[in-house]
């Protein structure tokens, strides 16, 4: 029997009420989307769906977009901060699969909870504040892979750019504990269809 659908706020760290949404029955998975994603963004909805079969999926608005509040500032801890709150939410040990920039985001989030029991990560993105420097962020991120010690899935599209599919390579050699694979894609991106085998097949 699936599982009822649901939504509420989550209150974050500094009180930022922060907008999620509950649909499928199974082993619980939360999608963390790109830096200005929320839940109704067609990426996450088709997802979402998809996995609702066989997960109890979460899906949440990023700070200041949609439902959820801006809060007094936004910082990368407020980001994971965020994310925590949702998992609070979940009551137990919560799959992650995260995108673009949602993906080093929930890597973090891995580093400094023990809900999180195992990550996909797909085509990590960093980042940049104004005035950034790329390689030093880039370390900073990686370095701060070390803590991470749950079974990741990193993945990169074939069609995707040296520098996505290097990043992503990148990433999963980092982790002590973390797996690449290049999933086949068109100028599109990935299939649909071919994301959510990879994922279910990772999460099997």
């Given at each position: 029997m ?33 830096l ?9 909805v ?105 079974p ?32 086949e ?20």
């Open positions: 699936a599982a009822m659908s649901a939504s509420g706020k989550a209150i974050s760290a500094d009180g930022t009420p922060i907008a999620w949404s509950r649909q499928g029955s199974g082993p619980p998975l939360a999608i963390v989307g790109p200005l994603a929320h839940r109704s963004s067609p990426a996450t088709v997802l979402a769906d998809a996995l609702a079969q066989n997960h109890t999926v979460y899906t949440y608005d990023r700070r200041g977009i949609g439902e959820s509040g801006m809060g007094e500032e936004y910082t990368a801890e407020s980001d994971v901060d965020d994310l925590l709150a949702v998992l609070q939410v979940v009551g137990g040990s919560t799959d992650l699969y995260g995108f673009d920039e949602g993906a080093f985001l929930a890597l973090r989030a891995a580093e400094e909870s023990t809900v999180v029991s195992r990550v996909v990560a797909l085509e990590p993105t960093l980042s940049l504040a104004d005035g950034e420097d790329e390689l030093m962020v880039l370390q900073s991120e990686i370095e701060g892979l070390a803590g991470v010690r749950i990741v899935l990193v993945m990169a599209g074939s069609s995707s750019g040296d520098s996505t599919r290097d990043l992503a390579r990148q990433t999963a050699d980092a982790l002590e504990t973390g797996e690449f694979l290049l999933v894609s068109d100028t599109r991106g990935i299939p649909d269809a071919a994301l959510t085998d990879a994922i279910e097949s990772f999460l099997a």
